[in-house]
C-alpha cells in the first residue's frame, strides 16, 4: 500500500526558509525509473508543479521559482524534502507530494494529504 | 513551456447528463504525457485518466479521455451528485509539469 504524508510547519514568517518532509511507503526511491514531485495549490486556486526528484539524484525546478528551491531525498528514511527560500505571504498555500507514475504516461498517480503553509508575520 | 487553458470555467449540470470538458494546449502535447484530474473540497487530486485516454486504477467507466495535439476532452457521461469537483488537466513536457486552470463541475 502506497501512502505519503507531508510533514512541517503550519506557520512561517516571511522572508524566513520553508522546509517540507515528505514520508512515504509502499515503494523505493531507488527503484530504476521512480520519480517523485512537489505540487502546491494557493487557496482556491490552481495546482502549481514546484520540484522533481528521480531515482538517479536528478533535480528539476519549476522555471519561475527554481532560484528558491530544493529538493533532496533520503532513501534510507523513505523521506523527500523540499526547501524554499524567502517565503512570502504569495506562497501560501498547501503544499503536496505526489509520486510521479512513468509507464503509460507520466502522471502524479499517489498524493499525500497536503500540508497547508501560511505565510504571516 | 507548454500552457494549458481549460474550458468552461464552470459547469452547472444535471444529474444524469453529459460533461464535456477541454484542455487545450499552447503548443502540441504528446498524448501520453496528459492527465486530469478530479478534486473535491478539502481533498487531494485523483488521478482519472493518463495518457489522454486511459482510466486510472478505480475510475469508473463513465470518465473517458479524448484528444490529440493541442485538443484535449474530458468526457463524463450520466452524471451523478458526487462528480461535482474541480478538474484539472496536466501535461508533461520534460523535464516539467504543467496544470490547467480548472474546469468546476457542478451536479445538481
Known amino acids: 500500500q502506497v501512502t505519503l504524508k507531508e510533514s512541517g510547519p503550519a506557520l512561517v514568517k516571511p522572508t524566513q526558509t520553508l522546509t517540507l518532509t515528505c514520508t512515504f511507503s509502499g515503494f523505493s526511491l531507488n527503484i530504476d525509473k521512480m520519480r517523485m514531485s512537489w505540487v502546491r495549490q494557493p487557496p482556491g486556486k490552481a495546482l502549481e508543479w514546484l520540484a522533481r526528484?528521480?531515482?538517479?539524484?536528478?533535480?528539476f525546478y519549476s522555471t519561475s521559482l527554481k532560484t528558491r528551491l530544493t529538493i533532496s531525498k533520503d532513501t534510507s528514511k523513505s523521506q523527500v524534502v523540499l526547501t524554499m527560500t524567502n517565503m512570502d505571504p504569495v506562497d501560501t498555500a498547501t503544499y503536496y507530494c505526489?509520486?510521479?507514475?512513468?509507464?503509460?504516461?507520466?502522471?502524479?498517480?499517489?498524493w499525500g494529504q497536503g500540508i497547508l503553509v501560511t505565510v504571516s508575520s | 513551456e507548454t500552457v494549458l487553458t481549460q474550458s468552461p470555467g464552470t459547469l452547472s449540470l444535471s444529474p444524469g447528463e453529459r460533461a464535456t470538458l477541454s484542455c487545450r494546449a499552447s503548443q502540441s502535447v504528446d498524448s501520453n504525457y496528459l492527465a486530469w484530474y478530479q478534486q473535491k473540497p478539502g481533498q487531494a487530486p485523483r488521478p482519472l485518466i493518463y495518457g489522454a485516454s486511459n482510466r486510472a486504477t478505480g475510475i469508473p467507466d463513465r470518465f473517458g479521455g479524448s484528444g490529440s495535439g493541442t485538443d484535449f476532452t474530458l468526457t463524463i457521461s450520466r452524471l451523478e451528485p458526487e462528480d461535482s469537483a474541480v478538474y484539472y488537466c496536466q501535461q508533461y513536457g520534460a523535464p516539467v509539469f504543467t496544470f490547467g486552470p480548472g474546469t468546476k463541475v457542478d451536479v445538481k
Open positions: 526528484i528521480d531515482w538517479d539524484d536528478d533535480k
Open positions: 505526489a509520486r510521479i507514475r512513468y509507464t503509460g504516461g507520466y502522471y502524479f498517480d499517489y
